[in-house]
């Protein structure tokens, strides 16, 4: 049960896209189509951005998108704004009724 | 509106017990997995137990055999009973309510912070 590897920050200007990188294995991330995505604003529960991969929960905007080839999924954020500073964590089912959290990818608006 | 309560964190001493509570509104805790989800002080997301709808239950290796993950439907809430506490366990506790689909966790509670001083 190794976390799923992702890039420690990632930052853009407003209005800019920013993809973050999820890495796993293939009894994860490569496994399922079982990919998640969090966002967490400081001192806050995490939010669920995206599920299965590349879904959106409702409410959600669609300037969130996910995507996933092989043991590595992505989230992409475009046209940045303001509340989107926060740190996101990916998610992925692990087999055997367990899940996996990634290392977490701080992203900051310029 | 779907709302998730925790409550029963707090300082422990390494080697204790202590039962975490998550008490849930606007849905039943027996409708979808419910799972228990911690974050150590400035680290990332941890998943730690689930608990189906039929009731099976399923943990991460780090605490297996020392948490419980149990739900009281006439309560309407759901369970963490943590015993032979160690400092690595100390976090931030999120009890999570899982999507219908798509084995990902939908709601969120705000957290209970547990603390194990050694």
């Known amino acids: 049960q190794s976390a799923l590897t992702q890039p420690p920050s990632a930052s853009g200007s407003p209005g800019q896209s920013v993809t973050i990188s999820c890495t796993g294995t293939?009894?994860?991330?490569?496994?399922?189509?079982?990919v998640s995505w969090y966002q967490q604003h400081p001192g806050k529960a995490p939010k669920l951005m995206i599920y299965e991969v590349n879904k959106r929960p409702s409410g959600v905007p669609d300037r969130f998108s996910g995507s996933k080839s092989g043991n590595t999924a992505s989230l992409t954020v475009s046209g940045l704004q303001a509340e989107d500073e926060a740190d996101y964590y990916c998610s992925a089912y692990a087999g055997r009724n367990t899940w996996v959290f990634g290392t977490g990818t701080r992203v900051t608006v310029l | 509106e779907v709302q998730l309560v925790e409550s029963g964190g707090g300082l422990i001493q390494s080697g204790g017990s202590l039962r975490l509570s998550c008490a849930a509104s606007g849905f039943t805790v027996t409708s979808n997995y419910m799972s228990w989800v911690r974050q150590a002080p400035g680290k990332g997301l941890e998943w730690v137990s689930v608990?189906?709808?039929?009731?099976?239950?399923y943990y991460a290796d780090s605490v297996k055999g020392r948490f419980t993950i149990s739900r009281d439907n006439s309560k309407n809430t759901l369970y963490l009973h943590m015993n032979s506490l160690r400092d690595e366990d100390t976090a931030v506790y999120y009890c999570?309510?899982?999507?219908?689909?798509?084995?990902?966790?939908?709601?969120w509670g705000q957290g209970t912070l547990v603390t194990v001083a050694s």
């Open positions: 293939s009894s994860d991330v490569g496994g399922y189509n079982y």
């Open positions: 999570a309510k899982g999507t219908n689909s798509g084995l990902a966790f939908e709601y």
């Open positions: 608990i189906y709808i039929g009731g099976s239950t």
